[in-house]
């Protein structure tokens, strides 16, 4: 089993810039694939980003590509999500998940979260 941290979040400028961490707990960090999701009030949660569990491939929604980059250190076990250029539209909590196998943009096929960390982008 994974257990999952999220750190990072915060109040931001639109336009500035935030970077997310995840830690997680464990000696199998390298055999999960790892993501990113999101959800904003009232709505349903979404996917932000996607790493598999190498680090060479990525995964980007269409929505925060060219903005938003997600890394992993396997020696630290721990998933990043650098984000740049916000806009209000970000404003979320972000959650990192996990899963064995091959990296996914369905949130159902993730099996272990974080407890998720706030973002706020003002105006």
């Known amino acids: 089993q994974a257990q999952l941290v999220e750190s990072g979040g915060g109040l931001v400028q639109a336009g500035g810039s935030l970077r997310l961490s995840c830690a997680a707990s464990?000696?199998?960090?390298?055999?999960?694939?790892m993501g990113w999701f999101r959800q904003a009030p009232g709505k349903e949660r979404e996917f932000v980003a996607a790493i598999r569990r190498s680090g060479d491939t990525t995964y980007y929604a269409d929505s925060v590509k060219g903005r938003f980059t997600i890394s992993r250190d396997n020696a630290k076990n721990t998933v990043y999500l650098q984000m740049n250029s916000l806009k209000p539209e970000d404003t979320a909590d972000y959650y990192c998940?996990?899963?064995?196998?091959?990296?996914?943009?369905?949130?159902?096929?993730?099996?272990?979260w974080g407890q998720g960390t706030q973002v706020t982008v003002s105006s």
């Open positions: 998940a996990a899963r064995a196998g091959i990296a996914t943009t369905t949130p159902g096929s993730y099996a272990y």
């Open positions: 464990g000696r199998t960090f390298s055999s999960y694939a």
